[in-house]
């Protein structure tokens, strides 16, 4: 069975900051990976997947994440947070060649500090 | 459009009694799912339904629950003879299909938050 692994769970950043969100997979075969945030008060949406291909996959609001097979590792990428960046954010995968269960990790509460 | 749907928000109930929470899915998405999020953890995987029918049940943690979806739309979790272990935000989602080897991006509902007390 897959499983996520998320090292960081709470991260506080100054406004302008950069952001790296670790995240690890372990699965034997090939997978989709997925990042979702959380925004408080809200439903967990959808940040950005990988399927295939490109292994730097661009999302929503300037995110971006590398998929780097060699390190079961998706990192989650920003280049200057915003304080509305506030938010718990989710590493997810999926195996391919299966339906679609996906296991989340545990999350990361990123607080941007004005 | 509208997104998905879920009552209640808040169920508070006792030890031992009976509950239901529903899942109004996004108009069209064939495929539907339920989560559990326990506090200070990701959304832990529960049932997966496409169409009618639960293609992956595996989630379930024991025979107190159960999840239908009689016409392919709207679906009920059901918990029997709840624990205080039962506590938890419950989340469905949905997406448009659901194909091997095919992720389809899942849109979340508010989650209702269920206390046993």
């Known amino acids: 069975a897959q499983s996520v692994s998320q090292h960081n769970h709470h991260v506080i950043l100054s406004e302008a900051a950069s952001l790296e969100l670790g995240c690890n997979y372990s699965y034997g075969g090939t997978v989709n990976l997925f990042w979702y945030v959380q925004y408080p008060g809200q439903h967990l949406q959808l940040l950005l997947k990988y399927f295939s291909g490109d292994p730097l996959v661009k999302g929503i609001k300037g995110f971006e994440a590398e998929f780097i097979k060699s390190k079961f590792s998706f990192n989650l990428r920003k280049p200057s947070v915003q304080w509305s960046d506030t938010a718990e954010y989710f590493c997810?995968?999926?195996?391919?060649?299966?339906?679609?269960?996906?296991?989340f990790g545990t999350g990361t509460k990123l607080q941007v500090i004005p | 459009g509208a997104g998905v749907s879920q009552t209640p928000s808040n169920k508070v109930t006792e030890k031992g009694k009976y509950v239901e929470l529903r899942c109004d899915p996004i108009?069209?998405?064939?495929?539907l799912y339920w989560y559990r999020q326990s506090l200070g953890q990701g959304p832990e995987f529960l049932i997966y339904?496409?169409?009618?029918?639960?293609?992956?049940d595996s989630g379930l943690p024991n025979d107190r629950f159960f999840a239908v979806r009689p016409e392919g739309s709207v679906s009920t979790l059901k918990i029997q003879r709840t624990e205080r272990g039962d506590s938890a935000v419950y989340l469905c989602?949905?997406?448009?299909?659901?194909?091997?080897?095919?992720?389809?991006?899942?849109?979340f509902g508010p989650g209702t938050r269920l206390t046993v007390l």
């Open positions: 989602a949905s997406s448009l299909a659901s194909q091997q080897g095919y992720t389809d991006t899942q849109y």
């Open positions: 997810a995968v999926n195996p391919t060649g299966g339906y679609q269960k996906v296991t």
């Open positions: 339904f496409q169409g009618t029918g639960a293609a992956d």
């Open positions: 108009s069209g998405h064939t495929a």
